[in-house]
């Protein structure tokens, strides 16, 4: 079974926007990214998930 975890870039985007508001677009978010940032983030959030196989369009 594979553990699900918080994406490495997560807390480093949250730090880095300091309370400002944040907009992360990538293809390697979770619902667990979604609750980190809206229990740590001062700010607006908003977290976009890109499938990889189409990318941005």
Known sequence: MIKATV???TGP?????NGRFLAWV???????DEAYVTG???GRGL???????????
Request: aromatic share 6%; proline share 3%; no cysteine.
């Open 26 to 32: 990538d293809d390697e978010q979770s619902d667990l």
């Open 13 to 17: 985007l949250v730090d880095y926007a």
């Open 47 to 57: 977290l976009n998930h890109v499938n990889p196989r189409i990318g941005l369009r």
């Open 40 to 42: 740590h983030h001062r």
């Open 7 to 9: 994406h490495w870039k």
